[in-house]
C-alpha cells in the first residue's frame, strides 16, 4: 500500500523554467511533510518542509505547495538550474504514538534541467 | 564536522554470508535509522531506534538485524535469510522522537551492498 505516490518518474526541463514535482497521498494523518534531494551514489539532503496548518513555505528558488483536501504537495523550482538535476523525493510523517517522527517516501522523480 | 558516517561504500559479498554494515553519527541524535533503496523504488524503512538499547521493526525488516548499544552507532545486520539483499543501504538520524512529527531526518552517505 503505497501511502506516498510520486506518479512522475522523470522531469525534464530548460535550464531558467520552472521545474513542478508532484506528490500525493492517501493517509489523512499525515502532517508534516519533507522534501529531499538526492544524487546517485549519495544520500538523500534534506530541501524544504511544510506542515499541515500551512499552504505554502517558501526557501529561496524552492517553494512548496500543500492543498489538504486533495492530498497532494508539490515543489517548484524557479528559476530551474543544471545542478538541480538529482532525484526528487517527497516524504510524509504522521503523528501519535510509534510513528512520531517515522517518515513515508514516495519512490522519487528524476529531475533533469538541460542548459 | 558533524555528521553522519557509513562505511564502507562499496561492499561485495558472497551469497549466504552475513554482513554487517556501519553507522555512526555524532550530531547527539537519540533517533536512528536504516533504509534500503531499490531502483524506481522510494527510500524502505527497514529499522528504527528512538533510544540506546531499544529499536523497533520497519516495513521490511525480515532477514535483518540491529542494535544500539551506543547513542552515536546503530550497526546493520544483513543476514543469509535475506532474500534480495543487493541493494543501496542509508542511515538516518534526526535529534529524538518525542512529542511531535515534525522530525528532519539527516542522511548518511549510504552503502552500495552486492552480493555475488
Known amino acids: 500500500d503505497q501511502q506516498v505516490k510520486q506518479n512522475s518518474p522523470s522531469l525534464s526541463v530548460q535550464e531558467g523554467r520552472i521545474s513542478i514535482l508532484n506528490c500525493d497521498y492517501t493517509?489523512?494523518?499525515?502532517?508534516?511533510f519533507l522534501w529531499y534531494k538526492k544524487y546517485p551514489a549519495e544520500g538523500p539532503t534534506f530541501l524544504i518542509s511544510?506542515?499541515?496548518?500551512?499552504d505554502k513555505n517558501e526557501d529561496g528558488r524552492f517553494t512548496v505547495f500543500l492543498n489538504k483536501s486533495a492530498k497532494h504537495l508539490s515543489l517548484h523550482i524557479v528559476p530551474s538550474q543544471p545542478g538541480d538535476s538529482a532525484v526528487y523525493f517527497c516524504?510524509?510523517?504522521?503523528?501519535?504514538?510509534?510513528?512520531?517522527?517515522?517518515?513515508?517516501f514516495g519512490q522519487g522523480t528524476i529531475l533533469t534541467v538541460h542548459p | 564536522d558533524g555528521g553522519i558516517t557509513q562505511s564502507p561504500k562499496y561492499l561485495f559479498r558472497k551469497e549466504g554470508q552475513n554482513v554487517t554494515l556501519s553507522c555512526e553519527q555524532n550530531l547527539n541524535h537519540d533517533a536512528m535509522y536504516w533504509y534500503r533503496q531499490d531502483p524506481g523504488q522510494g527510500l524502505r524503512l527497514i529499522y528504527y531506534s528512538q533510544i540506546v538499547n531499544d529499536f523497533q521493526k520497519g516495513d521490511i525488516a525480515e532477514g535483518y538485524s540491529v542494535s544500539r548499544e551506543k547513542k552515536e552507532s546503530f550497526p546493520l545486520t544483513v543476514t543469509s535469510a535475506q532474500k534480495n539483499p543487493t541493494a543501496f543501504y542509508l542511515c538516518a538520524s534526526s535529534i529524538d522522537w518525542t512529542g511531535s512529527s515534525y522530525n528532519e531526518q539527516f542522511f548518511g552517505p549510504g552503502t552500495r551492498l552486492t552480493v555475488l
Open positions: 516524504a510524509a510523517s504522521a503523528p501519535g504514538g510509534t510513528s512520531y517522527g517515522k517518515l513515508t
Open positions: 511544510i506542515s499541515s496548518i500551512k
Open positions: 493517509n489523512s494523518m499525515f502532517d508534516y
